[in-house]
């Protein structure tokens, strides 16, 4: 069964950084593309940052675009969310996704950390 473990959430002032850690086990981890998503209470989902299976490509949304990096580290199966100019709008639940590149169905969420901007 595949299995993630989120950390790195926390409470942070404005214009503070956090660094989210998703790390997977009983996982190709390899062969997945992976994301970061977030969903504030009220709203959708939606995706923060995304990353290739080899890690040489990104894409971030345009309301992170230059705060925030992505980055991916295969030997550990882990993928990482450098969240810097932390605002009080980023508060949310951020999840990490892993997306089969040929199927997207073939897709796995992580159970997610808690992000709170607060002064």
């Known amino acids: 069964q595949v299995q993630f473990v989120e950390s790195g959430g926390g409470v942070v002032q404005p214009g503070g950084s956090l660094r989210l850690s998703c790390a997977a086990s009983r996982f190709a981890f390899r062969a997945y593309a992976m994301s970061w998503y977030r969903q504030a209470p009220g709203k959708e989902r939606e995706m923060v940052a995304a990353i290739t299976v080899a890690g040489d490509s990104t894409n971030y949304a345009p309301f992170v675009k230059g705060r925030f990096t992505i980055s991916r580290d295969n030997a550990k199966n882990t993928v990482y969310l450098q969240m810097n100019s932390l605002k009080p709008e980023d508060t949310a639940v951020y999840y990490c996704?892993?997306?089969?590149?040929?199927?997207?169905?073939?897709?796995?969420w992580g159970q997610g950390t808690q992000v709170t901007v607060s002064s």
């Open positions: 996704n892993a997306r089969n590149p040929f199927n997207d169905h073939d897709d796995y």
